[in-house]
Every structure is written in structure tokens, then in C-alpha cells.
């Protein structure tokens, strides 16, 4: 039998690195800090519940794929109420661009009736609540709690759990594992935007195939033993 991997798209188990020190972990997270002072998401959105919609999208999706077909989604159904009256069937027209459309479709007007019948149409502010919705797991809430509640939570998608393993910071055999790891070992200062630090930096620079690691704000804090040369 094949061996399992932690999240449904990685291509293998992330190469363990040996596990930083604490302060070796808070100077790569300032590190990465000074680089990006002011981080956000990549997704596109004007409120919770379009923020909300947008990353259930994004599951198994890119973020810029998810932004082509949502501002026409939105525009036809910027409310609750509006998209649970569009149905599954209204619904999937305009995301049939993205991955699992059909299943995210559903998701979608049988949150936004939810949101309409159990929250008064809008988006609840709590894990417990977030996660009782359709389509909605523990990443998703960490991202809306975070980016639109402004709740110090680490979602770990295929990017932070690999950059995690990779390089150190939080070594973990599943996301779980290093989420827990890293919202322990990070400064609480820092921990609200770490999630957006490190998903940006293992999207754009610790890449899955080939890190870039010449191009690395944090390269002298990290475990990671193949470190990349600039091509050339």
C-alpha cells in the first residue's frame, strides 16, 4: 500500500528538519516579518461572507483562480440570502472554472441557508460555529477568524505545513501538528500574521519542487540541509 500523505495534493511528506530552538524560531519569523510588514491575504473579498465563500473555493484551488470567478458570483449574490436563493444550480455556473465546483456549489447555498436560518445572515465569529457549517473545516475558520475577525489563529495549508517541516520551524506529522507547534512556539505578537508570512513565503520563495532558497529573508535561521544556489 502507498503511503499517506498528510494533505491531498502534496506530492510527498515534507523532508523533516531538525527542530529549531526558540529563539532561532522567533529571529526567522522577524526575519520574515521586517521583509512584509504589512501582510494580507491574496484573496479577493469585501466582508466575512465574501471572505468566507472565497476560501471555501479555495480548497484544492489557486487563489487567483478563485478571484476570476468570484467578483461575477458576488455581484449576483453578495448576501446570505441572496446565494442561498441562487441554489446549487445558480451557483455552479459561475464557478465551474475551479476544482470540485459541483460539491462546492452545494456547500455554498447550503452554508449561506444556514447563515440565514441559524445566524440572522451573518457570519458567526466562533470556531465552533464556523466549523458546524457545510463546507467549512478547521483551515477555513482559521482563516476567517483570522482575517476577518482578527483572532490569532495559524491555518496550515499544503504551503505551511511543508515550510514548517522543511525548514524546522515546526516540524509535525500532520497539519494539526504543526499548527499546535507553531501557535506555541510563535511570539504572540507576531502570531496573527505569521499565517500570512509563512503561506506567502512557502507560495512565492519555499516553493514545493524547488525553494528558492537564494532568495530567502530568513536563510541563516533555517534547518533546511539542501539549500538552493541562485541559477548561474
Partial sequence: MPARTPLHGTAARPRRARLMPRPQAEAFLRALAAANPAPRTELAYSDPFTLLVAVVLSAQTTDAAVNRCTPALFAAA??????AALG???I?????SIGL???????????ARELVEKHGGQVPATREALE?????GRKTANVVLNVAFGQ???????????????????PGRTPREVEERLVRRCPPELLRDAHHWL???GRYVCKARAPECWRCVARPWCNYRDKTEAPG
Avoid at 78 to 83: H, S, V, W, Y
Avoid at 92 to 96: E, F, K, N, Q, S
Avoid at 154 to 166: K, P, S, Y
Fill in 78 to 83: 453578495p448576501t446570505p440570502a441572496e446565494m
Fill in 88 to 90: 446549487a444550480e445558480g
Fill in 92 to 96: 455552479g455556473p459561475y464557478i465551474r
Fill in 101 to 111: 465546483w459541483q460539491a462546492k456549489a452545494k456547500n455554498l447555498a447550503a452554508l
Fill in 132 to 136: 458546524a457549517l457545510p463546507g467549512v
Fill in 152 to 170: 490569532p489563529t495559524m491555518a496550515v495549508d499544503t504551503h505551511i505545513f511543508r515550510l514548517g517541516n522543511r525548514t524546522g520551524l515546526a
Fill in 199 to 201: 503561506i506567502l513565503h
